[in-house]
């Protein structure tokens, strides 16, 4: 691959949110997710959320986080690397 970016690679990005206000364990998840994203071959991008009303507008109310493509995945909990992987 060039680097450069076409519609179908687009399309078949992730966009992986992490819900928090950037404590501890809300750094450590968006590294899980980062890791876990590279290293299951996904296009990606990160996305924190930090306000707290955009948190509780996905229905959070414990952080950290995360959410793919708008869908909450975890609340409450840093995943591991593996357990990111599994519905990346």
Do not use: R
């Amino acid at each position: 691959m060039d680097g450069s970016s076409n519609e179908e690679e687009v399309m078949g990005m992730k966009k992986i949110q992490i819900l928090g206000t950037g404590c501890a364990k809300c750094v450590k998840l968006a590294e899980n997710a980062q890791e876990a994203a590279k290293g299951a071959g996904v296009e990606f991008e990160i996305e924190k959320v930090t306000n707290i009303n955009d948190i509780m507008n996905y229905g959070v109310m414990i952080t950290p986080a995360i959410a793919v493509d708008g869908v909450v995945k975890s609340v409450g909990k840093v995943l591991s690397v593996e357990e990111i992987k599994k519905f990346l």
